[in-house]
């Protein structure tokens, strides 16, 4: 008599999906305790961060290599209130010659949240590729200010563009996109 093959399933049995859990739960407590964690887990009752409810700063970074053709910035936003909120994602960020040439901010994959106590501030590293640097694409904004939107909000602010000293500067980028690096919790101000 030949062997009945039955259809492959895949369920987990439900004691080793508790004690991976449990052993996730545990690590990640075992990790906080040290203070090996840079950023707080956030917490599930607390309101997404809007736009409004955010001190935005626009700051550029001072230095970058001899002959390096990209330039950094800073976006920064601190929680004005004394309640905690979530930074879950990528702030939008737009910078526009009046109603034509624009550059977007752009990040890649999908980042952690960030718990966002009050007072505390969340940064995002931005590289560009300035103007009249070898190679330089030919579609360039040059602006004072930048068009910014917390994640998963629909208002937005504009936010003046400063130097590392605090003074009001030019931001100056070609290309299609800024690239962003992902959210992370800094000291205010920062």
């Keep these: 008599m030949p062997a009945t093959t039955r259809p492959a399933t895949t369920r987990p049995a439900r004691g080793l999906a508790a004690l991976t859990a449990g052993l996730a739960l545990t690590a990640g407590l075992t990790l906080t305790a040290c203070g090996t964690t840079t950023t707080a887990a956030p917490d599930a009752t607390a309101p997404p961060c809007r736009t409004a409810t955010l001190t935005w700063t626009l700051s550029l970074l001072d230095g970058g290599r001899r002959g390096d053709a990209r330039s950094g ?14 930074f879950a994602g990528y702030p939008r960020l737009e910078l526009h010659n009046g109603k034509a040439d624009g550059i977007e901010g752009a990040g890649s994959g999908r980042p952690a949240p960030v718990a966002l106590p009050g007072h505390a501030a969340v940064s995002v590293d931005l590289r560009y590729t300035r103007r009249g640097t070898p190679g330089a694409d030919t579609w360039c904004v040059r ?14 602010t504009v936010v003046p563009v400063t130097d590392a000293h605090g003074r009001a500067a030019v931001l100056d980028a070609c290309g299609e996109t800024i690239a962003m690096t992902a959210p992370r919790r800094t000291g205010a101000g920062s």
């Design 143 to 156: 602006q004072h200010e930048a068009a910014v939107t917390a994640p998963h909000d629909t208002r937005g």
């Design 73 to 86: 910035a800073r976006l920064t936003a601190v929680n004005k209130g004394s309640g905690a909120c979530v």
